[in-house]
């Protein structure tokens, strides 16, 4: 069974994506004791003005750093722009 905390960081790291513009579609992202994963294909949405996925995406790993619910995140990921 899936620990709460987990849950509510995975829901807290789909958000943040969805709200920098980033498409995880093709991705799988999922919290695990307190580690956020993201791994598959990322991709700007389009008319997002996102130029940059790789570096959104450390944005966006350094801000989830500071939520209570994720100690690390692991970007084992490819990004397409």
Avoid: W
């Amino acid at each position: 069974m899936a620990d709460n905390k987990d849950v509510a960081g995975t829901k807290i790291v789909r958000s943040i994506f969805a709200r920098r513009g980033i498409d995880t579609s093709r991705a799988d992202l999922r919290v695990m004791h307190g580690v956020a994963y993201i791994r598959g294909t990322v991709t700007a949405i389009r008319g997002s003005g996102v130029t940059d996925v790789k570096a959104e995406c450390e944005i966006i790993a350094r801000v989830l750093r500071q939520k209570p619910e994720i100690r690390d995140v692991v970007l084992d990921c490819t990004f397409r722009s």
